[in-house]
């Protein structure tokens, strides 16, 4: 098992900036990689970024490139994700969540959320 506990939401204008954290703890050797993800009220979960446990690969959705940026803290089993220029379509709950290892890994651990607001 994998326990994922977010922080570091909040209020922001647009054009702000805000970093969440994700601190995980328990089996993290058995991750394959580790990703946030974001519900905004009225829409579906969408995936937002994801780093791979064991080599600094990230990803990013296109509605966040350029603005965001995922990393990694392995000494203190902690990912960020760095938000910058902020949006009001920004606003969502965020979710970090990490995956199982294998040849198939997908995501099954998941945090609590932390919410994200960005007023225009």
């Known amino acids: 098992q994998v326990q994922l506990v977010e922080s570091g939401g909040g209020l922001v204008q647009a054009g702000g900036s805000l970093r969440l954290s994700c601190a995980a703890s328990?089996?993290?050797?058995?991750?394959?990689?580790m990703g946030w993800f974001r519900r905004a009220p009225g829409k579906d979960r969408e995936f937002v970024a994801e780093?791979?446990?064991?080599?600094?690969?990230?990803a990013y959705a296109d509605s966040v490139k350029d603005r965001f940026t995922i990393s990694r803290d392995i000494a203190r089993n902690t990912v960020y994700l760095q938000m910058n220029n902020l949006k009001p379509e920004d606003t969502a709950v965020y979710y970090c969540?990490?995956?199982?290892?294998?040849?198939?890994?997908?995501?099954?651990?998941w945090g609590q959320g932390t919410q994200v607001t960005v007023s225009s």
């Open positions: 969540a990490a995956t199982t290892s294998g040849p198939n890994p997908k995501y099954v651990y």
């Open positions: 328990g089996r993290t050797f058995s991750t394959y990689a």
């Open positions: 780093i791979r446990a064991s080599e600094d690969v990230t």
